[in-house]
């Protein structure tokens, strides 16, 4: 881990009253957000170090307020000269449906660390070489900064973008600006190709004959369904593997995950493993492991947020 910022040390502040959420003298302004569906969101966040240090793959550990839940968040874009990092949210508990409620532009995090896990082997494929980055729903925004590295280490880059339907797409002009190819497939067919995006790489593996990489990053039934389409062509997959994390630097052991007759920490290891050696059914069932506690806190905090509206 490079962590070189970490949570916000909250001063006391004598007499003082409590700050609301966000509020404060972070450093981890909100400086934009963006809405693309009831669920999904993005928040562009200054953190000029951050910015300056961030390489595709790696993620940070976001922690909204004090008393907060400590949360990964892949880093889906940065911009060294603006010093700012993007992160791209699906709202599907208590503390993402919480940053989606109380954050908007103007508060702040309370503490956002990293950057962590191993970057990505952008290096792997040069120059000439052909890779098909392959992103399915929330999956397109953290799989955009490999596509972009790839781009700008001279590969031919086709992306693959896949969505259950229009209305949910998002990022289209943005992916497609830094491939030279650009399929995108829905699953009713309201948009591009009608199927999954393992129909959208089957075709870019018949046109294109040789392909040096395929990188998928989505929810985990989908990573499995892509790692079993190019096992088959024997290409070369990477993954990157979201199991739960607490600490984020290897200390845990939350986040174990099973590569091949190997057992891997996914904050310090990965979070990109070879997908062809990974046993995606532990990592789904291990990701269902607290889903009772999961839904009181849900619970708990929607009647909180109940009594104080
Ligand atoms: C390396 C990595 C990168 C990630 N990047 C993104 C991203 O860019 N955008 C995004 O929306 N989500 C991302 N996630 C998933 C995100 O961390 C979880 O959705 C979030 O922690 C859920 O918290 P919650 O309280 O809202 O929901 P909860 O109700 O607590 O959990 C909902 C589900 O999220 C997963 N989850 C819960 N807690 C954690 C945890 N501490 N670590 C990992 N998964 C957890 C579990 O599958 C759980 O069933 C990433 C996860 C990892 C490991
Ligand atoms: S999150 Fe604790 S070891 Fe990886």
């Known amino acids: 881990m490079s962590g070189i910022l970490d949570a916000e040390q909250d001063e006391s502040r004598d007499g003082a009253a409590p700050r609301r959420q966000g509020e404060g003298k972070s450093t981890f302004e909100i400086v934009a957000r963006e809405d693309f569906s009831d669920v999904t969101y993005l928040l562009e966040i200054s953190h000029p170090a951050m910015a300056k240090a961030a390489k595709p793959g790696q993620f940070v550990i976001a922690i909204p307020h004090e008393h907060g839940e400590r949360i990964p968040l892949t880093i889906a874009d940065f911009d060294r000269s603006k010093g700012t990092i993007t992160l791209v949210i699906q709202a599907v508990g208590k503390t993402t449906k919480e940053i989606q409620r109380n954050f908007s532009v103007g508060s702040a995090l309370f503490g956002v660390v990293g950057p962590m896990g191993t970057p990505s082997d952008i290096g792997a494929v040069g120059e000439g070489g052909k890779v098909i980055c392959v992103g399915g729903g929330l999956g397109v925004a953290p799989v955009f900064p490999q596509a972009r590295g790839f781009k700008e280490n001279g590969a031919y880059v086709i992306g693959v973008v896949g969505f259950r339907s229009e209305s949910l797409v998002f990022w289209k002009d943005k992916f497609e600006s830094v491939c030279d190819e650009f ?66 630097t290897g200390m845990c052991g939350g ?42 806190a849900v619970e708990k905090w929607s009647e909180t947020c109940r009594a104080g509206s």
Do not use: Q, W, Y
């Open 183 to 248: 399929i995108i497939c829905s699953d009713d067919g309201s948009i591009g190709m009608k199927g999954l995006v393992t129909a959208g790489i089957e075709a870019a593996i018949e046109k294109h004959g040789e392909i040096d990489e395929v990188v998928a990053i989505g929810p985990p039934i989908m990573m499995k369904a892509c790692a079993e389409t190019t096992r088959g062509h024997a290409i070369k997959t990477t993954v990157s593997l979201n199991p739960v994390m607490i600490d984020g």
């Open 255 to 296: 986040c174990r995950v099973k590569i091949g007759d190997r057992m891997k920490f996914a904050c310090v290891d990965g979070p990109d493993f070879d997908a062809h050696a990974v046993d995606f059914d532990d990592l789904m069932n291990r990701l269902h492991r607290f889903a009772e506690e999961e839904k009181l």
